[in-house]
């Protein structure tokens, strides 16, 4: 049978995997002048009712990916125009050419590869494991497991349990209440998104927590595959912004931020 720390890392390898072929194919393109590409502006769809990803503030777009859309514009050397949708006109509004891009918490999906390009991800929702001592999956002997019930995080712990000796599983409401039963020691370690987990230490300065990686859900920029140019373009900016920090400090500042 295979054993937790194998399913967790092949889960993990794959989804790397199409990640670095979808990078590496664009890095492979041949560029045109983003000039030729843009009529000085970068056309970008997001869904404003994701936050702290984008969402408004009166009238004011506010949020991570907003930002991270100006950072990509600022590098083309081109404005952005932002387009509010919902969510299921995101990928429609690429294949008619409304936008050039959408950034909007986006999950590089292999079965989209056909249509549109991804860039290399800007942030990872994946499942972290979260303890005041750094535990690893493999260290749960006789520890007690906290996470949101009916979630992803409620497989994994329930697959854990199999292999791992006196595992104790404890099931709540939400991943923040998860969280906070490692702050009155009715749990060891929570299983929770990295989103929530990112939220939950940026609001409480003086928590201390250490989390591991688990699992990866990769969020990336998309672009019509029959822009290849563009998206190569684009992947180049958002490589430039993780080397410098820019990315980096982006996402940090996004978590900190107060949402209405």
């Known amino acids: 049978m295979v054993s937790p720390s194998h399913h967790r890392l092949i889960i993990a390898s794959v ?9 590496v194919s ?8 983003i000039n030729e590409l843009l009529q000085g502006e970068l056309r ?13 503030v009166g009238e004011e777009l506010k949020g991570i990916e907003i930002e991270l859309a100006r950072a990509v514009a600022a590098q083309l050397g081109v404005k952005v125009v932002f387009t509010n949708m919902s969510f299921d006109s995101l990928y429609d509004a690429l294949l008619i050419n409304r936008v050039d891009a959408v950034i909007a918490a986006l999950v590089i999906s292999p079965h989209r590869t056909a249509d549109f390009r991804y860039t290399r991800p800007y942030f990872d929702n994946g499942l972290v494991l979260v303890s005041e001592t750094g535990l690893t999956p493999e260290r749960l002997q006789h520890a007690t497991l906290s996470f949101e019930f009916g979630s992803d995080a409620h497989s994994f712990a329930s697959r854990w349990k199999i292999y791992t000796p006196g595992l104790v599983k404890r099931p709540y409401e939400s991943p923040r209440y998860a969280l906070d039963a490692l702050g009155t020691e009715e749990a060891d370690a929570a299983l929770i998104d990295n989103l929530t987990y990112q939220q939950y230490i940026s609001e409480r300065a003086d928590t201390v ?25 684009i992947n180049k900016a ?3 912004l993780v080397d410098t920090g ?5 996402v940090n500042n996004g978590f900190k931020q107060t949402i209405p």
Do not use: K
Not at 26 to 33: A, I, T
Not at 210 to 233: C, G, K, Q, Y
Not at 246 to 250: A, H, Q, V
């Open 209 to 233: 927590l250490e989390a591991i990686s688990v699992s990866h859900v990769p969020f990336a920029i998309a672009v019509s595959r029959e822009r290849d140019p563009l998206a190569h373009h």
């Open 44 to 56: 970008v769809a997001v869904d404003a009712s994701l936050p702290p990803f984008a969402y408004y």
């Open 238 to 240: 958002l490589n430039e």
């Open 246 to 250: 820019i990315l980096e400090g982006i």
């Open 26 to 33: 664009l890095n492979l393109q041949s560029p045109s002048d």
């Open 15 to 23: 989804v790397l995997i199409i990640a670095v072929i979808l990078v």
